[in-house]
């Protein structure tokens, strides 16, 4: 610890001690009256008589401010502004609209006087533009949808052609069809079956397979069964619809019929003896006649992959509907009804 400097050291730097304070000795109180500020005295009284809902009254006497009650704190509530609730939130009528009202609920900015058309649309330019808004999706619309369609193989589309002579189809080539998802490579005319014995009226636009197939039936299936059954050959058939781009039965935006690629005709009648025995039942139709449709309906199965008619599904009841649509994985699945 440092050493203690000697008196005389602290009386050469100039260091004296200070003596102790003497003990503070307390005297005679006296009360002195302080005259009461009348001023506050009043503020006070009015302060506890708004709080009691009174109405100020008279100013107090000098009794009566000696016994003023005394002045109650209170919690301190936001005062209510003209345009907005007691809790202080805006008026339902003064809020902004969201930003996607905005643009309806604005009025027309009307033409400011004294203002050409071009002063309008070089306003109309510097005004900045809205914020971009996300984009509406659009609303889904069902395209025709076109179902799998085997392509004709070179070799057994030559092969088919040469079939046709050899099956009397009398048919002219036409220039392949396309038109969007519908048409095929091989279009033909086909006017007469069976060397001309057997005319379509009117022609059929069908691709080799279809037409090829039609002369089979109608060779190995009709005939024999119009001889046993009516008495007599077939000598033409009604067509009622071959090529035609459209969905099925006609339907808006439904699945490509097989007409659209060339590949299915409609027969609505067979001419019988100068007859026609019609698909679509007649007054006048005899029971053989019933007996001979439903045993073309029957075969016609055999050779084509689809056979629709009368009761099948409400669009076909005035024809027999025939195509050759690939159905299953291998192919050979019909539908027959």
């Known amino acids: 610890m440092p050493r203690t400097k000697p008196a005389e050291d602290r009386k050469a730097a100039g260091l004296v001690a200070i003596p102790a304070p003497a003990e503070a000795t307390v005297g005679t109180v006296k009360t002195v009256p302080v005259p009461a500020d009348t001023a506050l005295a009043a503020g006070a009284i009015a302060a506890a008589s708004a709080l009691a809902g009174a109405v100020p009254a008279d100013p107090p006497s000098e009794g009566e401010l000696a016994f003023a009650p005394p002045v109650l704190p209170t919690l301190l509530k936001p005062t209510p502004t003209e345009g907005r609730n007691v809790d202080g939130s805006l008026k339902k009528g003064d809020r902004l609209p969201p930003p996607e009202k905005e643009a309806v609920l604005a009025p027309a900015d009307p033409a400011p006087a004294g203002k050409t058309e071009d002063d309008k649309s070089a306003v109309a330019a510097a005004t900045p533009p809205s914020l971009p808004m996300p984009r509406r999706k659009p609303d889904v619309v069902l395209a025709a949808l076109v179902p799998n369609i085997v392509p004709a193989v070179p070799e057994a589309l030559a092969a088919c052609k040469a079939s046709m002579s050899g099956l009397k189809i009398s048919a002219s080539a036409l220039p392949a069809i396309h038109a969007g998802s519908c048409g095929g490579p091989d279009p033909f005319e086909v006017k007469a079956l069976e060397g001309g014995k057997v005319d379509l009226e009117p022609g ?44 099925r039965n006609r339907v808006v935006n439904a699945m490509l019929s097989e ?26 139709r005899t029971e053989k006649e019933d007996t001979f449709l439903k045993a073309a309906r029957v075969s016609a199965c055999d050779k084509f992959n689809t056979v629709l008619g009368p009761g099948s599904d409400g669009y076909h009841e005035d024809h027999y509907h025939v195509d050759l649509r690939q159905r299953g994985k291998g192919g050979g699945r019909k539908y027959c009804r």
């Open 204 to 247: 059929a636009k069908i691709n080799c397979a279809v037409a090829t197939t039609l002369a089979r039936w109608v060779e190995q299936d009709i005939q024999p069964s119009a001889q046993a059954t009516l008495g007599g050959r077939v000598t033409a058939l009604r067509v009622a619809d071959s090529y035609s781009c459209r969905g």
């Open 259 to 284: 007409h659209a690629f060339l590949n299915a005709i409609d027969i609505a009648a067979f001419e019988v003896n100068g007859r026609w025995v019609t698909v679509t039942r007649a007054k006048d």
